[in-house]
């Protein structure tokens, strides 16, 4: 399949780099000349513009930035530009409004597209591991569905357009509220003199089960390796948690839904972006 690639950042290059790999010929295109270089040396083919890459493809998959970039490449490049028939799929995580309304506009112009933001991060997209959620039709799904195993290890059908993104940030946001609860909780255990292993091995066990204590432990040197092991560096980067969150409060505003601990994890996570922003996200125990 011919597919049009946008966005060979630190995850769009390892993915469009799978791509190849499935034996897809892929035609990529990125502001930087040294994601071209390296899109290039991964076997892609590259060109000087989205428009050129989209001109002559099956398909067309985004990994950018924001909703506002999103918007632009896919109005300016991709819709009336990629051939009639091209399914279009955007991989970025961008605000759910805008993935409604750009996959609207592909409709009207007769593309099917869906929105299939991830989860995991740049060892996923490298290692073809990632989670795709995706919103959109069951037609687009269906096409899209085949893409998106070459990059990932499971594809989900979430729902209707902005059904991906609304995932992402609902799940984002529920892991923002357990990484600050699980900090809070060890940090308190610590500070009763309660030996912060013997918590991780009861509370691991116990209700206070959770994906950031047991999979993810925010202590060096307690309960299973993680990036507080090393740092708090490598994992999920601090910056890109709190971007989620403010798509996720902005999200909840749009929807009229009471969020009071998703907003206060916006504000824990700002204050600590301030400084941290390139941290790994489960550092937000060293502010407690
Ligand atoms: P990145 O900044 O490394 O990559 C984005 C790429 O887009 C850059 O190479 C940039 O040059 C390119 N770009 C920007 N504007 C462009 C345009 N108009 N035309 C063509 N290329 C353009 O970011 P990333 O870490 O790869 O993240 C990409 C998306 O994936 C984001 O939406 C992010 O929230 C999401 N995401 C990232 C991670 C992660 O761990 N990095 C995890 C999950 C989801």
């Known amino acids: 399949m011919k597919i049009a690639f946008v966005g060979l950042g ?6 469009a780099a ?5 034996g897809h010929e892929v035609r990529a295109f990125d502001l930087s000349q040294e994601a071209i270089e390296t899109a290039r040396g991964n076997g892609c083919e590259t060109f000087a513009s989205a428009r050129d890459a989209a001109e002559d493809c099956d398909a067309v ?3 950018l930035p924001n909703g506002a970039i999103v918007r632009d490449v896919y109005t300016s490049d991709i819709i009336g530009q990629a051939p009639e028939g091209a399914v ?9 409004a805008t993935a409604k309304d750009v996959a609207q506009l592909a409709a009207d ?24 959620m995706v919103g959109g039709t069951d037609s687009a799904f269906k096409r899209a569905e085949p893409i998106l195993q070459a990059m990932g290890k499971a594809v989900i059908h979430a729902g209707d357009a ?5 995932a992402k940030i609902c799940n984002n946001m529920l892991l923002a509220i357990s990484m600050i609860g699980t900090a809070e909780a060890m940090k308190m255990a610590e500070k009763l003199g309660l030996d912060p292993q013997k918590f991780y091995e009861i509370s ?17 040197g307690v309960g299973v390796e993680s990036p507080a092991d090393n740092g708090y560096q490598g994992g999920f980067a601090t ?5 989620d969150l403010r798509l996720a409060m902005e999200a909840a505003e749009t929807a009229d839904a009471s969020t009071p601990l998703g907003a206060h994890a916006k504000e824990l996570y700002e204050k600590f972006a301030e400084e941290n922003g390139g941290m790994d996200f489960s550092g937000i125990i060293k502010s407690l």
Do not use: H, R
Request: proline share 4%; charged share 10%; hydrophobic share 40%.
């Open 239 to 243: 910056a890109l948690m709190l971007k």
């Open 88 to 96: 279009l799929l955007d991989c970025s995580t961008i605000d759910v």
């Open 162 to 166: 902005g059904a991906g993104q609304t």
């Open 204 to 220: 691991s066990q116990s209700s206070g089960y959770c994906w950031s204590l047991n999979a993810y432990t925010p202590m060096p």
């Open 109 to 132: 112009a007769g593309y099917e597209m869906v929105d299939a933001p991830v989860s995991g991060g740049i060892a996923a997209a490298n290692g073809g591991t990632l989670t795709f």
């Open 61 to 63: 998959v985004s990994m």
């Open 10 to 15: 630190n995850m769009g290059g390892g993915m």
């Open 18 to 22: 799978n791509l190849v790999k499935a």
